[in-house]
């Protein structure tokens, strides 16, 4: 053993606890340096070794973004969604998220980020459920039936790389209706993939890229069903129970059935953020279907039903209430059957 050695180690780590600086980092730098130094490998030995190459300070990141341009598109099931594909919108203007410290230094981050959701997507709103909130988001035109949604991404910045930092989650968190506190949905995100949020800097701004990947409950329209004697509709009777019951099997007795995680959908989306609307400089996009409508109006529709044939993310807003044989819903203006 090189007493020699560990004793000079010994006094290095004594002067170090009575340094000046309170910073913990520094003190762990300052370490490692004097060591590397010691056993015959520092700056002057071997320049890419230098702990002062490291990159830990992720600060340019911290603040709120606002979306400038982005390309979004969504699959159900592994379908393409076609009324969920938008190509090159610009100057959104609306609050994307806020991303701040995990712990006191400038490398961990948290970037939170809020969503409207349809309320179905969560089991909100339909008959034996509980009400749709009907949250409301600046910026997003759209009216009554969603829900906010927040997610919570927590990423490393790398020693290699200061333009860029690679953020994950794993659950998606709704307000408790009673205490307004953010509650994952902990079952569910033990089916779903890992999400990812990528951001680097860009044009003076920061490209984000992201996958969300989720599961949600199925509707299912059935389009006929038992009755048995007039207006008795038996919906747990399947066709051979009706004919021994004597009943009739028919499209009066139509139903909706639900699912539980009975479908996945993932988001892809390409996000161009500034830290000011002032610094979008790009031409401007007319054609986002979210907003040809003022934000106050809605459009009612039959989610899943009519002509939707119970595809998800279509709503027949040809339809009335009365005739709706799925989920009637006024939240129906960004996905109408065209």
Not at 41 to 66: I, P
Not at 119 to 147: K, M, T, V, Y
Not at 224 to 248: I, L, M, R, S
């Amino acid at each position: 053993m090189n007493f020699s050695l560990a004793f000079t180690n010994l006094i290095l780590g004594a002067s170090l606890a009575f340094a000046k600086t309170n910073d913990p980092a520094d003190l762990v730098r300052d370490r490692l340096e004097m060591n590397l130094h010691l056993n015959g490998m520092g700056a002057e030995h071997d320049q890419e070794r230098h702990l002062s190459t490291l990159n830990t300070d992720f600060s340019y990141f911290l603040g709120e973004w606002y979306d400038c341009l982005h390309t979004t598109m969504m699959t159900f099931n592994g379908d393409t969604a076609s009324k969920h594909v938008l190509d090159q919108v610009g100057c959104d203007g609306g609050l994307f998220g806020d991303v701040t410290k995990v712990g006191t230094g400038d490398q961990t981050l948290s970037f939170d980020i809020f969503l409207l959701n349809h309320c179905w997507f969560h089991d909100l709103g339909a008959p034996g459920q509980d009400p749709c909130p009907n949250d409301l988001l600046e910026n997003d035109s759209r009216g009554d039936g969603n829900i906010l949604v927040k997610y919570s991404f927590k990423g490393i910045g790398s020693f290699a790389d200061s333009d860029r930092i690679e953020f994950h989650s794993d659950h998606s968190s709704l307000r408790d209706p009673d205490t307004g506190a953010w509650q994952p949905n902990l079952e569910r995100a033990k089916l779903e993939n890992m999400d990812t949020l990528v951001c680097e800097k860009h044009h003076g701004g920061i490209v984000c890229d992201w996958r969300i990947n989720e599961y949600r409950t199925a509707t299912n329209l059935v389009e006929e069903g038992c009755k048995k004697g007039k207006n008795n509709c038996k919906p747990e009777w399947n066709k051979k129970k009706c004919d021994k019951k004597g009943g009739e099997w028919t499209d009066e007795c139509s139903r909706t059935e639900y699912t539980p995680n009975g479908f996945v959908y993932d988001s892809f989306g390409s996000y161009y953020l500034v830290k000011d609307n002032s610094q979008c400089n790009v031409q401007c996009s007319t054609a986002n279907p979210s907003s040809t409508l003022a934000p106050e109006t809605k459009v009612s529709g039959c989610y899943t039903g009519g002509l939707c044939n119970g595809a998800h993310g279509c709503c027949d807003c040809t339809m009335t209430e009365e005739t709706c044989n799925a989920i009637w819903t006024d939240g129906c203006r960004p996905i109408c059957f065209d």
